[in-house]
């Protein structure tokens, strides 16, 4: 059955040409192997295009093996079939030199797929045979976020920074996940350091304006914001204040942010309605429309 797997996943990528070159006469020569080597550093590289040729060019050389379902199911991964890839991963979780991989590679398919429970029991053991793999931490962290274990996101995030020291996409994680726990100051401090080394970067950018604004700091979020985008931050900030109980202030932003939109704003206005209710109720209600 495990062959059977590992076969279908395999045909997958093979293009008509492909197949075609592999029908030739017999006495056409065979491709020259493909060294496994150059498939993990395509792997590691996300260079996925590179990755599926090569793949396409082992199977024509008649390779096969755990390695090569390894890879195959990394290109899955970095293409977004989290069920393939997962289903690919866990045909080779029982071999011991890749075993780590496999892991990590099953941890971050089901996280992928929303099924954080068995994220978080991949993720584990890939940190257990491979402390060193930064992506086992980091989504070890993202998954212990989903679920609210805060305890184990801290955990992940110190040892995935210790890996990786200063890297952007760390500190927003972690910078995110504090903003989550409401450890607001804890927040601003990773997120102001993850746009120091990624300043192009708008998705840390309105994370640190996120956690600003949860801090109170509304002109501090503002300041710098894209004048095209403008209306997007003034409603996510606007959303910081209804969570803070600012109402008025809320409903300054999200009209604000209606008026600065060339088209119809439609999160603003939801946000506007949700407002209404949440001056009636309790602050559990809301949800931000991006």
């Keep these: 059955m495990k062959h059977v797997l590992i076969a279908a996943l395999s045909a997958v990528l093979l293009s008509q040409a492909a197949v075609a070159k592999s029908t030739k006469s017999k006495d056409a020569e065979t491709p020259a192997p ?15 295009e590179q ?8 199977q024509l050389a008649q390779q096969s093996g755990p390695e090569l379902t390894l890879y195959l199911s990394e290109y ?11 289903a690919g991963f866990q045909t080779v979780l029982g071999e011991e030199s890749i075993a780590a991989r496999a892991y990590q590679g099953s941890g971050i398919a089901a996280f992928g797929l929303a099924r954080y429970g068995e994220a978080i029991t991949f993720l584990k ?4 045979l491979d402390p ?18 805060w305890a184990l996101a801290e955990d992940s995030y110190a040892e995935a920074l210790k890996l990786a020291p200063g890297d952007a996409n760390l500190l927003s994680n972690r910078g995110y996940s504090r903003i989550l726990q409401r450890r607001d100051d804890a927040a601003i401090t990773d997120l102001t350091k993850a746009v120091m080394a990624a300043p192009k970067s708008e998705r840390i950018k309105t994370n640190l304006r996120i956690a600003l604004a949860l801090s109170g700091r509304y002109e501090e979020a503002m300041a710098g914001t894209d004048t095209r985008k403008q209306h997007v931050q003034l409603n996510t900030i606007g959303y910081a204040a209804m969570l803070r109980g600012d109402y008025d202030l809320a409903e300054s932003y999200f009209t ?4 600065r939109s060339d088209i119809y704003y439609e999160p603003a206005h939801k946000n506007l309605i949700a407002l209404e209710d949440m001056r009636r109720r309790t602050p559990h209600h809301a949800s931000l429309e991006h």
């Design 34 to 48: 493909v060294a496994m080597s150059d498939l993990r550093a395509a792997a590691d590289a996300n260079m996925l």
């Design 51 to 58: 990755l599926k040729t090569l793949i396409e060019r082992a």
């Design 76 to 86: 899955y991964l970095g293409k977004g079939a989290f069920q393939q890839a997962l």
């Design 125 to 128: 053991q890939a940190t257990v």
């Design 132 to 149: 060193t793999q930064v992506r086992s931490w980091n989504t070890l962290g993202a998954a212990a976020d989903a679920t609210r274990n």
């Design 256 to 259: 604000r942010a209606i008026e």
